[in-house]
């Protein structure tokens, strides 16, 4: 691994390229298909969580979703948008999170919000609050 994730001590992140996490296991993640609206809630957590919202990967490509890492299991029963999608891992169902590496190349996945410590990921009830909350 590079230095900084050595630093982190983060075994999910990969050395370099792209990798699939499997939902449930470190984290789940919720997808945010709308990539402009994303990136604006992403900006709007981290102004609310004083620049650190917690890991947050944007896709420059296609639909241009936007991916907050959040707590395994912490999107369960909660009330959530038709537009966004739920990753995890439910019985008879397995999903992925694409990983990117935080310093390599790895379009068109990038951190919009980098990993900062060992168990530190997006707030689900803030982010739940934010995606239902006017502009």
Not at 44 to 61: N, Q
Not at 62 to 81: E, I, K, M, N, Q
Not at 94 to 123: C, E, K, N
Request: charged share 20%; with cysteine; hydrophobic share 40%.
């Amino acid at each position: 691994m590079n230095t900084q994730s050595d630093q982190l001590n983060l075994g999910w992140l990969p050395a370099s390229g792209v990798q699939l996490r499997k939902a449930g296991v470190q984290f789940d993640a919720v997808r945010v298909d709308d990539g402009e609206w994303g990136r604006r809630l992403a900006d709007r957590l981290a102004e609310l969580t004083g620049g650190d919202p917690g890991p947050v990967i944007e896709v420059a490509s296609g639909r241009r979703c936007v991916y907050f890492l959040v707590p395994a299991g912490s999107t369960d029963h909660l009330p959530w948008p038709a537009e966004v999608t739920r990753l995890t891992a439910v019985p008879a169902r397995v999903s992925y999170i694409p990983i990117p590496a935080l310093d390599d190349m790895t379009w068109p996945l990038a951190w919009r919000y980098r990993p900062t410590a060992h168990g530190r990921f997006v707030h689900t009830r803030l982010l739940r609050t934010a995606l239902h909350s006017p502009e």
